[in-house]
């Protein structure tokens, strides 16, 4: 299953995107994570019904100093996941 998320509150400057990366990581998910340019967080992860849904838990709850107001959520087509490798940041130094 592949899944889109999309982030909205206080989810930029307060290591987020880390936290999504220890998170997605530790439950072995294929995608990223990446800052948008509206101060939104965007991630795409590859994996099991149960573990996307821990993801999912994990996203709502978001690290200490962050708020989260709004997660969008979209299913992906499979063929998506054909592209993804490790669980990585993009556009991170």
Do not use: C
């Amino acid at each position: 299953m592949v899944l889109h998320f999309l982030i909205q509150g206080r989810v930029q400057g307060v290591g987020f995107r880390w936290y999504v990366h220890r998170e997605a990581s530790e439950l072995e998910l294929r995608g990223w994570v990446r800052n948008t340019e509206d101060g939104d967080v965007e991630v795409v992860a590859s994996g099991t019904v149960e573990d996307l849904a821990e993801l999912r838990a994990s996203l709502r709850k978001g690290p200490r100093g962050s708020r989260v107001d709004r997660l969008v959520e979209h299913y992906l087509d499979e063929s998506e996941a054909d592209g993804l490798d490790m669980f990585r940041i993009e556009g991170a130094w």
